[in-house]
């Protein structure tokens, strides 16, 4: 069965440009979350998905975006990108029956220059 | 708001050394506790422990959770030059009410080990 997967890998943008991340989750899964990892620090909660509907959200300012679409997969978008926001950028998918249990994607390394 | 404190931060050790890495928290509504191992990116899940006492364990590595004192330890013995990650401890808490509450990780900053051979 295939993990979660995350596309691009890498990504080099400048300051002001926006960037879309996408996320596929584990097949069965129907909870998406976002979470922005920094060098030297753990991941942060950015936002949670279910059921194509925002269920939370950290403490993000509004550049932050995302969207969860029908068969589940997911969109991260970041606008007006500034320097701090260079980060390892995380989807993890959960079950209903298990929401304690998320399973993460590779990332994506996003680095704004 | 919830918080989880990972200590030490660093660790150097050698092979066939024993470590203990240790998490501290405070969170609303406590679920569960997860250790995770990062490596070259995404976290992989070790353990998750939900009741105080009963200690998981796979292979050389170890856990367990006390839920009086809101902290958890992990142990790996026989430390192997594969064990060197960074190890994640993160807390889930439950957020909101009824069909929309949802399980929301805050994770600690993390311990990074070192093994040398």
């Known amino acids: 069965d295939a993990g979660v997967t995350q596309s691009p890998t890498h990504l080099i943008k400048t300051r002001g440009q926006h960037v879309t991340l996408r996320c596929s989750p584990i097949?069965?899964?129907?909870?998406v979350s976002w979470y922005q990892q920094v060098l030297g620090q753990g991941p942060q909660f950015i936002f949670q998905?279910?059921?194509?509907?925002?269920?939370g959200r950290g403490n993000f300012p509004d550049r932050f975006s995302a969207r969860q679409f029908p068969n589940y997969s997911s969109e991260l978008n970041v606008n007006a990108l500034l320097l701090g926001d260079s980060a390892l950028y995380l989807c993890?998918?959960?079950?209903?029956?298990?929401?304690?249990?998320?399973?993460f994607g590779p990332g994506t390394r996003l680095t704004v220059l | 708001e919830d918080k989880v404190v990972q200590s030490p931060l660093s660790l150097v050790v050698h092979e066939g050394d024993t470590v203990t890495l240790n998490c501290s928290y405070e969170?609303?509504?406590?679920?569960?506790l997860l250790w995770y191992k990062q490596e070259k990116k995404a976290p992989t899940f070790l353990f998750m422990l939900?009741?105080?006492?009963i200690e998981k364990k796979s292979g050389r590595l170890s856990s367990i959770l006390d839920k009086k004192e809101l902290f958890s330890i992990l142990n790996i013995t026989a430390t192997q030059t594969g064990d060197s990650a960074i190890y994640l401890c993160?807390?889930?808490?439950?957020?909101?009410?009824?069909?929309?509450?949802?399980?929301?990780?805050?994770f600690g900053q993390g311990t990074i080990l070192t093994v040398h051979p």
């Open positions: 993890a998918s959960s079950s209903l029956g298990r929401p304690n249990e998320q399973f």
């Open positions: 097949s069965g899964h129907k909870s």
């Open positions: 998905y279910y059921e194509k509907e925002e269920r």
């Open positions: 969170v609303t509504n406590f679920r569960s």
């Open positions: 939900t009741s105080s006492g």
């Open positions: 993160a807390v889930v808490g439950l957020v909101g009410a009824g069909g929309t509450s949802y399980g929301k990780l805050t």
